[in-house]
């Protein structure tokens, strides 16, 4: 599962945290990746803050983007998602 933020003071907007801290259970043992928009501080606490929050998650590695660039940042967005998703093809689709 992808989880989104935009970066406050450093870290998660704190609804964004409350829903990480409510679904910590059902995230438990799932891949879980964190991306987050900022306005140019970049990374910050925000991924580490996420992984920590979820000890139990396999977290991948977190992505930060521009805010006010990410209209034209489609081929960097792919390149973060291509990076972490598998696709899988099934037998019947074979
Ligand atoms: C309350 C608040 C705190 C913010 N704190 C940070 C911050 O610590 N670092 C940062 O890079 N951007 C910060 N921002 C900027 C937001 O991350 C940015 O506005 C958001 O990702 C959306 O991007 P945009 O406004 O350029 O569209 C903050 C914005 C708000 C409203």
Not at 33 to 47: A, P, S
Request: proline share 5%; hydrophobic share 40%; with cysteine.
């Amino acid at each position: 599962m992808f989880v989104g933020t935009p970066n406050w003071w450093g870290t998660m907007a704190p609804p964004v945290r409350t829903w990480v801290t409510n679904n910590k259970a059902a995230l438990k043992g799932k891949v879980v990746c964190l991306f987050q928009t900022n306005g140019g501080g970049g990374m910050q606490r925000v991924g580490s803050d996420f992984a920590e929050l979820l000890p139990e998650s396999k977290v991948l590695p977190a992505g930060a983007f521009s805010g006010s660039r990410i209209k034209s940042s489609v081929k960097e967005l792919e390149k973060f998602v291509d990076e972490r998703v598998v696709v899988k093809q099934t037998e019947e689709a074979k």
